[in-house]
Nanobody
Framework: QVQLVESGGGLVQPGGSLRLSCAASGFTFSSAAMNWYRQPPGKERELVASIASDLRITNYANSVKGRFTIPRDNAKNTAYLQMNSLKPEDTAAYYC?????????????WGRGTQVTVSS
């Protein structure tokens, strides 16, 4: 059974940091590209950061460049989202996403999300 379980969300003051974790199971983690999405209240879900399966390529939304990073540990089947210099506009539910291709078919998996609230 495929599972993505996010953790590490919470309440943080502006300028603070949080590290989200996404623990994966049920599929070959090292073959999947990992992504973090977020959905602010009343808004659509947006892609925040991505990392390729081989760790060579990362991409970030303009709004988080220079503040967020997306490391992954293939030995631990875990992806992370390190968030620094947090702003109130970073408040959102954050979702982990995995994408992999098997035999020409794309498989997409989602976690249930973790809430991040940036407020003083």
């Amino acid at each position: 059974q495929v599972q993505l379980v996010e953790s590490g969300g919470g309440l943080v003051q502006p300028g603070g940091s949080l590290r989200l974790s996404c623990a994966a199971s049920g599929f070959t983690f090292s073959s999947a590209a990992m992504n973090w999405y977020r959905q602010p209240p009343g808004k659509e879900r947006e892609l925040v950061a991505s990392i390729a399966s081989d760790l060579r390529i990362t991409n970030y939304a303009n709004s988080v460049k220079g503040r967020f990073t997306i490391p992954r540990d293939n030995a631990k089947n875990t992806a992370y989202l390190q968030m620094n210099s947090l702003k109130p506009e970073d408040t959102a539910a954050y979702y982990c996403n995995a994408r992999r291709f098997v035999g020409g078919l794309q498989f997409i998996y989602w976690g249930r999300g973790t809430q991040v609230t940036v407020s003083s």
